[in-house]
């Protein structure tokens, strides 16, 4: 967290923060509109996420993205990374032109995160079920090693039907290792359809309560509920924090609706997002 923010009262950083998060919406529309492709729905639902995250919550240092004590991040729904890409840039990990280049050939900007392209890229992600695998390997080098960082993962909620991610929160939960925290983005839409008609998650917190997590259910659009939630300890036990999110929030016309998974708008469309994200 920059001192700043650090110093300012809870509901001042909260604001501080959604002014942030409203940044980083603006500039992946204009990401998105200029590339003629991403996946702007998801995008939206977990920007506040992202935010609060690389804006509060992470110890990371953007002149020195391999700082070995940095806290790790990875988004394991990788789809979504012209969010990554636009929170990166607005740390100070990567040049904001860089996002002018999102998905054409030849850019290190690709549509899943390369963490041999792009400073600030933990993993590659983007073959969904894997972030949550590694996380646990960086969770289990932090202890073996004698390290402090922290490991965040960020899962969207159709991802949890792959069963790698099962024996990941199961190989945590044996180990206790309390410096992982998942986050499942839970917009209840995939690619397609609802995740409840698709293949039901649910009691998805009781699921992993089962595997010796603790588990958090948070606004995933209140940035002071999530702040408090991801910078709180959380001894013994891993953490999983499910945060309740809408696809497309931000823009009336996309919210919980399944076609935004993956939708470019159109230069109407973005003038109405635009002026929507304008709006105190």
Known sequence: MSPELAALAPDARASALRSIATEIRISVVHTIAAAGLGHIGGDFSVADILTTLYFGVLRLDPARPDWPQRDRFILSKGHCSAALYSVLARAGFIPREWLAQF???????????????????????????????????????????????????????????????WEAAMGAG?????????????????QGARTEDTNRLEPLADKWRSF??????????????LYDVL???????????????????????????????????????VATVLQELSQP
């Open 103 to 165: 998905m054409a050939p030849l850019s290190p900007l690709n549509g899943h995160p390369n963490r041999r392209k792009v400073p600030g890229v933990e993993a590659n992600t983007g073959a969904l079920g894997h972030g949550l695998p590694i996380g646990l390997g960086c969770a289990i080098a932090a202890r073996l090693s004698g390290r402090h960082w922290r490991t965040f993962v960020v899962l969207g909620d159709g991802e949890l039907q792959e069963g790698s991610n």
């Open 174 to 190: 044996h180990r206790g290792l309390d410096g992982l925290t998942a986050i499942v983005d839970r917009n209840r839409l995939q």
């Open 212 to 225: 010796g997590w603790q588990v958090e259910e948070v606004d995933g659009h209140d940035h002071r509920a």
């Open 231 to 269: 910078s709180a300890p959380h001894p013994g036990r891993p953490l999983c924090v499910i945060a309740h999110t809408h696809k497309g929030n931000g823009a009336s016309f996309m919210q919980d609706r399944v076609e935004w998974h993956h939708k470019v708008p159109s230069p109407e469309q």
